[in-house]
């Protein structure tokens, strides 16, 4: 955001949206909605049980394939009437729905005669609880989420349904942050298509507030560390997440050159998943780059580091964490959704966070909209 952008709190948020201390978070929520008192699960509809059934095996860190085809049979499945699912069921024909197979028509199936699905019911009582009493002491303390996806770029939900999910778990905020242009795989978004948002974006505030979205980017930082995107449009937006998505592997000098140049900018308010490794399917090791360096650059011009809460990101590792912490530098503890129940992974974030010695005074989305929107627009000028 521009340093010079306009700081004054919008008065419409203050103190009209405020969360019950100790609400539970997002999972737990979740966690109830299928979870009856007694231990037994309650009744799901078929999109339900598919959707839970691929978000439980992405947290289970399954590979990809095997979540993505839950998501596929969500989809196509949420497209049919329910008279017709059910005249299909019954005639042992769902898997004449495109995607879905023998074991997501069983999931169907059961959930459509008001079982829970046994593969769901496994799934749960697998699932190891997130939620460490520091972590959720942590996240009680947010206010907002400020790295999300729509389906403007590589998400799966409109930016309307990602805003009311984002305000029914708690928030007073969040901030759409979809890709820039050179990210052409997620579909990322031209300097006329973020101008065109904008103006949604506003629109929708108008009918959403007091909850308030935020504009944002989550702008790619080209290997010479130069920013994906206008410098008007960083400028205008209220939130800029800058990260690393091309070239992960290039030498550790230039990295840290490149990742300093971009924590430097004073439109950069956050550094995305810094180390840019995936924990799943394949994998992919952490970018090489002097962690020290950058998070002396962070320090220096007052760039958050974010806590990317995707399970299969956990990006920073713990030890670049630690030192982060030790070092006093203000975080972004930010799910980096890309669909409106994935909002809810903010626990993975801020158990980690928590145990790394990060505390409610340094995270960004602690703060409430107006102090937020003043420090990201007070960014020094290197
Ligand atoms: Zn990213
Ligand atoms: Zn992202």
Redesign the pocket.
């Known amino acids: 955001m521009n340093p010079r952008g306009d700081l004054s709190p919008p008065t419409r948020l203050a103190g009209e949206h405020l969360r019950p201390l100790g609400q539970p978070s997002g999972i737990r929520v979740y966690e109830r909605c299928v979870t009856a008192p007694t231990g037994t699960v309650g009744a799901v509809t078929p999109v339900e049980a598919l959707e839970r059934i691929a978000e439980l095996l992405m947290r289970g860190r399954a590979p990809s394939y095997r979540q993505q085809a839950f998501r596929k049979a969500a989809r196509e499945v949420s497209r049919v009437p329910e008279n017709e699912l059910l005249e299909l069921a019954a005639a042992d024909r769902l898997t004449d729905i495109p995607g879905v197979g023998a074991k997501t028509a069983q999931v169907i199936t059961e959930a459509l005669r008001g079982e829970t699905p046994e593969y769901l019911t496994k799934l749960l009582n697998d699932l190891p609880q997130p939620g460490t009493d520091e972590g959720e002491a942590l996240r009680a303390q947010l206010k907002g989420d400020l790295?999300?996806?729509s389906d403007w770029s590589d998400g799966g939900d409109t930016i309307e349904a990602m805003a009311t999910k984002a305000r029914d778990l708690g928030h007073d905020y969040f901030a759409l942050?979809d890709?820039s242009p050179r990210l052409k795989i997620a579909n990322g978004l031209s300097a006329d298509r973020l101008r065109e948002q904008l103006e949604v974006v506003s629109a929708l505030n108008d009918k959403l507030a007091p909850f308030r979205i935020l504009t944002g980017v989550?702008v790619d930082i080209l290997e010479d560390g130069a920013l994906d995107q206008h410098e008007d449009l960083l400028a205008q937006v209220d939130v800029v997440?800058a990260?690393v998505h091309s070239k992960l592997r290039m030498e550790a000098g230039p990295m840290t050159r490149r990742m300093v140049a971009a924590v430097a900018s004073p439109h950069v308010d956050v550094l995305?998943?810094c180390t840019g490794r995936l924990l799943t399917g394949r994998g992919r090791p952490e970018s090489t780059f002097d962690d020290d360096v950058v998070i002396e650059a962070c320090k220096q011009f007052d760039t958050a580091m974010e806590v990317n809460c995707r399970p299969e990101r956990l990006d920073p590792p713990k030890r670049i964490l630690t030192k982060a912490a030790a070092a006093g530098l203000r975080f972004a503890i930010s799910t980096?959704a890309?669909a409106t129940e994935q909002l809810e992974w903010q626990p993975y974030g801020t158990d980690r966070a928590a145990a790394c010695g990060v505390t409610g005074e340094r995270v960004v989305n602690a703060m409430p909209a107006g102090e937020l929107l003043e420090w990201a627009g007070s960014h020094p000028a290197p």
């Open positions: 790295h999300s996806h942050t890709h989550e997440v990260s995305g998943h980096d890309h």
